[in-house]
């Protein structure tokens, strides 16, 4: 527990100073949202107007800037992040309609993709040579293809050509958003073909990852010692497995701390409302509090996963437990 | 765990079909056998990269005694058990030969096993239950990733369906203590425990079923010279306790014959050597037993000099015509170059060397060194 505790200690830290970074870095930008909001507005611009849009992005007040600092973090705590020059809205409410869905669509892909290249990865590893493996240069091909070009052939061929799968959105247009069946069963119709597109192109990592690690593992002598010990097949399988995963279980952390942001080609493709394609607005429109908001939730997310992974990873290898006690 | 060891005062307990006649002869009361091997060779590889690992090795062993198997490095040893107990990987490949496993049930029928015919599925009733390993590396037998009482349950578990969980973890209690390990281990992992515990825990995990047979490979070379002794003892006084027959595979000679009831030599797959331990210590007669003895230092008893074999174990992928020690040997002959000795019993107290030395038809004499009697004490076994 001394160990988890001292990991919070070490995140807390790591994001005060993400949170410190975000403040920081758009004050030394050269130029300011103001100029550039203003520059937008066509129509005539009086003093009074200005002096509203300072006010509204925190520059009217004769504070220091570690005044405005303090207030920053007050904001932060109380979840107000500012609001969007774009949208009109406060960023806060926009972040709560787009983190969903794509947590949704790119963190069950991620999971799933990870599971099914996991199995297959440690059953390659243990019948490697039998014909199985063939199936390595097949997902290795899917991971080599552009996403955006896998994605766009995929949408032409299954969506608009074959029709098997719905196109465009999250959902039916007839569906009204909320928990009613029809709703959620136009989610999943909706959400197949991109978590199917996903899957498809990040299953080989997955699976070579844990083919190799398998191999070495079948090596052990404790995977030997499981055989000797007359252990069903599955259990010794088990055996090798449990140990392989573990370099995989600390790239899954990676890889769920980078879903939200790495959303972006397929929720273009596939025009899914996710963050991605709000980041994609943001930094088109220059919406500063917007992309502020974004890269927050961003570094939040990677921490919060690695934290996850972390705490995973002490449970899963009690090696570590002691190494991080000396 | 210092229980004086019963000892057999037989002077050899192994016996093949070559010494079988004489040992009838003898008078000498043959046990039953626990393992067989019969003309038994193992290959690594196919065709033209083919290597014989082990070739057309016989060996007996009966119930509740120790071989020890000596050698040193690439000598087959291990390659040996490992292909005899169906463990050997790909690309070892078991080329002849036949090995039978007496295995007894709980009603005391005893029922031969061909270990090189059998299933998988009865080479999984046979392990473990019958035959169990010691590593010489405990540290990467235990899977680092689980507590040493999973070790002990997997293993209940498995063969013993009927046990409960609190049976099973009371019998892992019970073999904890058997090895001097208090229960609070089972708790840990491996990487908190020393090397000597790590092995303990290996012992105690072999002995969980009450096998017939346990085979150490070289379990004591990873440790230091007091904890090698002290798990020698244990080992020696859980086996008078359990009754369990033993191979210990080893390069050091001076280990062995604190342990082992007979010693067979290997040197490039083939067994050179084979007699009672205090014999073959005492008065070697193949010269690359006597080249191991002088390369070890005596554990106690008179101080030898150490002086190693000279050159290298041959080259097995191409091995020499005739005998594969020749070239390393000090009282090599003509013949040794062109004809391969095959072993034979030597003397009256059924020990076999391959050796032209000790071919009467050859005429040679006997080099001193290799011609020493053994002491009373060693052909009647007396323990030290």
Known sequence: MRIVARRLGLYLLTAWVAVTANFILPRLMPGNPVQTLIGKITSQVT???IRAIRLSFGLGFKEGLVAQYFTYLGQLFHGNLGVSITLGAPVSSILRESVPWTIGLIGISTVVSFVVGTVAGAMLG????????????TATFFQAVPYFFLGTVMLLVFGSNLHWFPVLGAYSQGATPGWNWSFVASVIRYGELPVISIILSSVAGWMLGMRNMMITMVGEDFVLMAVAKGLPRRKVIMHAARNAVLPSIANLSLAIGLVVSGALLVELVFNYPGVGDLLLQAVLNEDYPLIQGIFLVITLTVLAANLIADVVYLVLDPRTRSEAAV | MSATIPREHEPTALDDGVTASTGAARGVARREPVLEIDHFSVDYGVGENMVRAVSDVTL?????RVLGIAGESGSGKSTLVYAMTRLLRSPGLISGGEVTLHVTDEAGTVTPVNLVSATESELRKVRWSHVSIVLQSALSALNPVLRIGRE?????KTHRRHLTKAQR???AVELLRMVGLNEDRLDRYPHELSGGQRQRVMIAVALALDPELVIMDEPTTALDVVTQRE???ELGALRAQFGFAMIFITHDLSL?????????VMYAGSIVERAGARELYEAPRHPYTLGLLHSFPPLHGERRELTGIPGTPPDLADPPTGCSFAPRCAFAMDRCANDKPSLVEVGDTGRSVACWLFDDASGSRVP???SRVPSRAATTKGET
């Open chain 2, 368 to 370: 001193v060194a290799l």
């Open chain 2, 231 to 233: 798990i020698i003892s």
């Open chain 2, 169 to 171: 973890r009371a019998r």
């Open chain 2, 60 to 64: 007996r062993l009966e119930r509740s």
């Open chain 1, 126 to 137: 243990w019948t490697r040579g039998s014909r199985f493996d063939s199936l390595i240069p």
């Open chain 2, 256 to 264: 062995l014959v604190e342990l082992a009831d007979e010693i067979a």
């Open chain 2, 152 to 156: 002990f349950d997997e293993v209940l």
């Open chain 1, 47 to 49: 003093p009074a107007e």
